[in-house]
């Protein structure tokens, strides 16, 4: 059972969507906005958006649906985003590791995945950032929007919908530990391709190998060779 909720206006949806999961039978509940107005993203940043041109959606699913490690089901998640967008615009989309999901070149979805107890359940609470219509990004060269990134006009309802049933129906079908992992890294954003990181205020190029299970990215730097990482401890520049 699943059930989707919609708001005129929303200050964020991963805090919001405790208000709507008053339905303990369900395991999916989704909440959607084109007007959030004090998004977060990871690690405290905030997510902004413009009014009617973007979507913010947020799905709480039931922990006790997930028998996968939480770096994994983060990894999972991705990679249905990922997909989603692909089959929509087909057009070449990518994870930036950890999981900001990329349209030719330019971040378009932002994700945040918490974990909540609610009214006596335990919920993994994703959260979605969207640009779908906006055009102009100030001093964020780096984001784009569906509209930038395809010249198409996608309908905000119709993506907030088809999102939500194509994520339940994954959700509900999540593939061995193994073949998450393999189809992280098989989309995983510059993966084999020299790139430059920013790694203590110093820029130097890298290639990056590979993600691991315990939510780690390995890049063979040009100085130190292969190491590992962590989220925040070393940025890539594109």
Known sequence: MSDLFYRNECSSTNDEISQVLL????NFIGLFTFNQTKGRGQYGNIWTSTAEQNLAYTLAVKTSCIQHSDFLFNYYTAIII????ANLTEKIV?????NDI???????VGILIEKKKINQEN???I???????????D?????GSLLTQTGERFNLNKIAENLH???IEKLNNIPSDGEILDQFNSNLFRKDEISVFELNEKRQNGIIKNADENGNIWIELEESGLKSFYHKEIKLLY
Not at 23 to 26: D, I, L, W
Not at 82 to 85: E, G, H, I, K, R
Not at 102 to 108: C, E, S
């Open 102 to 108: 990329i349209v030719q070149n330019k971040k378009v």
């Open 123 to 125: 919920y993994f609470i």
């Open 94 to 98: 990518k994870i930036k590791w950890p």
């Open 127 to 137: 959260g979605t950032g969207i640009n779908i219509l906006q055009e102009k990004f």
């Open 23 to 26: 339905y303990p039978k369900s």
């Open 139 to 143: 001093q964020i060269s780096n984001a």
């Open 82 to 85: 990922q997909d989603f967008f």
């Open 165 to 167: 049933s194509f994520l």
